[in-house]
């Protein structure tokens, strides 16, 4: 589960890092996997989820993560959004890594 402090900063444009336990076979490993995050859905309800985008190898990747999940060992905030006035990035799936950076107000 995740913790209420971090649940709170977890917004629009907020770099984060998710680790989570991934099962192959009989054996489980911890992945990790860092984004932007670019909306964030219900609230606090039992369905709640937050999206993070990233680019591996110049292909956009997007994963989906229930807040509810057991599978979430840890959450890190590596950088809060500095001038986002939207609740949901979509348009970051079309501009540029560099653009995007400079949209969020990222610095590097």
């Known amino acids: 589960m995740i913790n209420e402090e971090i649940l709170k900063q977890i917004k629009p444009g907020a770099t984060i890092r998710v680790s989570e336990k991934i099962k192959e076979g009989d054996k489980e490993r911890i992945g990790t996997f860092k984004g932007v995050v670019i909306a964030r859905k219900h ?8 999206t ?4 591996m190898a110049s292909i956009g990747v997007e994963k989906i993560y229930p807040i509810n999940m057991p599978a979430i060992t840890k959450v890190e905030i590596l950088n809060s959004p500095k001038k986002i006035h939207r609740s949901k990035l979509y348009f970051l799936r079309k501009v540029s890594k560099k653009t995007s ?4 107000g990222v610095a590097v």
Not at 43 to 50: L, M, Q, V, Y
Not at 101 to 104: G, T
């Open 43 to 50: 609230g606090k309800e039992t369905g709640a989820t937050f």
């Open 101 to 104: 950076r400079q949209k969020i």
């Open 52 to 55: 993070v985008r990233s680019e």
